[in-house]
RNA sequence: GUGGGAUUAGCUCAGCUGGUUAGAGCGCCAGGUUGUGGCCCUGGAGGUCAUGGGUUCGAACCCCACAUCUCACCCCA
């Protein structure tokens, strides 16, 4: 047989029901803080990509689904990330004169040529949110906020927030060669990959595992202490906004985001007891990105949360059962005339807004009755020749296994 | 991209140092008398032992390759 692609996933009817009710808490909450959905396309000009996620990072340089336009010949990718085509997406249509902030989310799958592991999959679904026009921290608490309800009303309690601030144009490099100089002291004591990434990208030494670099990042200059004083009034700004209200955090100096476009707040919610990809959504502040790609200097702030890490962190509560709708009804019938009178009865039903269910294999009585327990309906309905012609038939309370006899024409249940 | 572990029925897994027709539980289907579910009992269907090579008189079992899953690194949601 022809095997799906790996790391991609089917997901079957006793798993949906689950997404639903995540999908739908996400949907709920990014209306309640006015942000309204947007759809982009799922594949656009790689060039979006390597400009606004950044041609230094991994993900550009070696995840991306990259093929050639059958007619056109050009690059085209797979999306491995929504904030890019939001913000193609509003510079576009013109939205950047538009009264601000600007608030849009958005439930996608996005797609990188990764190994395969737990919380991570080459096709996942997130949920993302985009804020523009606002340089306030208001806004970046406003976003915090909104991630932080979804969680809470998953009731994710095992997860918690983390912030950072990693500074803007003006502070960033300074912070950097801080960190160079502190780590270049104790070269001999970091891991083969920190060495390199040495020179390629200082700020991601501190989030390294191994041990030694993990002792290391303990005593490393923190990036709130080298921050510009707009910055630091930023992220001082901000913890008074998620203090008022009332959002729990906590600073932590080794949150660095792997995308270009950070600026500022950076964060992360991190589900407790997860051991690998345990990030569950990660986000911050971009306030370059919309002019880095052709539209105005308008600032941003956005997150994206990984729908299936979430249900990880789920399942790890035992949350992620969710119950599924059963049939109210369920209709045995016997004969050809009383599965025709049987079909018209449920159909009638459906009509009404009510969930019924028959018999469309043609099983015998006892294998509908035991069908309809596995269903879990809450009542059966009997029909043979006998009820056809007297008109009436037993309806069975499958709970309380009582029946009392029925108007075929007008019952109810 | 780099390592470790795995792959036997729809699912979860047994299968002794290679030895006839590969097993269990669950699920599915059908029965346990005439038109009634859940519990119980009986029976049945269902497997080219992931795939392709090799070693051997003989391979689910040993060797090689490849695919997928999984865990970790890297990176990220």
Redesign the pocket.
């Known amino acids: 047989?022809i095997?799906?692609?790996?790391?991609?996933?089917d997901i079957l009817p006793d798993r949906t029901p689950l997404f639903r009710y995540i999908e739908g808490i996400m949907r709920e909450e990014a209306a309640k803080y006015g942000f309204g959905e947007i759809r982009t396309p799922t594949f656009e000009n790689t060039e979006l990509f390597v400009r606004g996620v950044g041609n230094t990072?991994?993900?550009v340089q070696?995840?991306m689904y990259t093929f050639n336009d059958r007619d056109e010949n050009r690059s085209i990718s797979l999306r491995?990330?929504g904030?890019a085509s939001v913000v193609r997406a509003v510079i576009e249509n013109g939205k950047c004169s538009d009264a601000m902030p600007l608030k849009y989310y958005y439930i996608i799958s996005?797609f990188?040529?990764?190994?395969?592991?737990?919380?991570?999959?080459?096709e996942?679904?997130?949920f993302?949110t985009e804020m523009f026009g606002s340089e306030s921290p208001a806004a970046d608490a406003t976003s915090i906020a909104l991630a932080a309800s979804v969680i809470k009303r998953l009731g994710l309690d095992n997860v918690k927030l983390h912030i950072n601030s990693i500074g803007c144009k003006e502070c960033r490099p300074k912070y950097r060669g801080a960190l160079t100089k502190y780590y270049g002291e104790h070269e001999s004591e970091l891991?083969d990959?920190?060495k390199?990434?040495l020179v390629?990208?200082p700020l991601?030494l501190l989030?390294?595992?191994?041990r030694e670099?993990a002792n290391l990042a303990k005593d490393a200059p923190r990036t709130v202490d080298y921050l510009c004083d707009n910055c630091r009034e930023h992220f001082e700004s901000l913890k008074k906004y998620l203090d008022g209200m009332g959002v729990e955090y906590t600073v932590d100096s080794s949150i660095?985001?792997?995308?270009?476009y950070y600026t500022k707040t950076v964060f992360?919610?991190v589900a407790e007891g997860?051991?690998?990809?345990?990030?569950?959504?990660?986000?911050g502040r971009y306030d370059g990105l919309v002019e880095e790609l052709g539209g105005p200097a308008l600032p941003g702030i956005g997150?994206?949360?990984?729908?299936?890490?979430?249900i990880l962190a789920m399942e790890q509560l035992g949350k992620d059962k969710i119950e599924e709708c059963k049939p109210k009804l369920y209709i045995?019938s016997?004969g050809e005339a009383a599965s025709l009178r049987a079909l018209s009865i449920v159909e009638k039903l459906r009509r009404e807004g009510i969930w019924a269910e028959c018999d469309v294999?043609?099983?015998?009585?006892?294998?509908?009755?035991?069908?309809?327990?596995?269903l879990?309906?809450d009542y059966?309905l009997?029909?043979?020749?006998?009820?056809l012609e007297s008109g009436k038939?037993?309806l069975?309370?499958?709970?309380?296994?009582?029946?009392r006899e029925v108007e075929l024409d007008n019952f109810t249940i």
Do not use: W
């Open positions: 047989m095997q799906k692609i790996k790391g991609t996933m990072t991994d993900v070696k995840e491995p990330e904030t996005c990188r040529h990764e190994a395969p592991q737990a919380g991570r999959s080459r996942f679904f997130q993302g891991c990959t920190c390199k990434r390629s990208n991601r989030d390294c595992k191994n670099c660095v985001r792997g995308l270009d992360e919610f997860i051991a690998a990809q345990s990030t569950v959504c990660g986000g997150f994206a949360m990984g729908i299936t890490r979430i045995a016997m294999v043609g099983r015998s009585l006892k294998a509908q009755m035991k069908y309809a327990n596995k879990g309906a059966t009997i029909i043979g020749d006998f009820e038939a037993q069975r309370d499958m709970r309380a296994s009582e029946q």
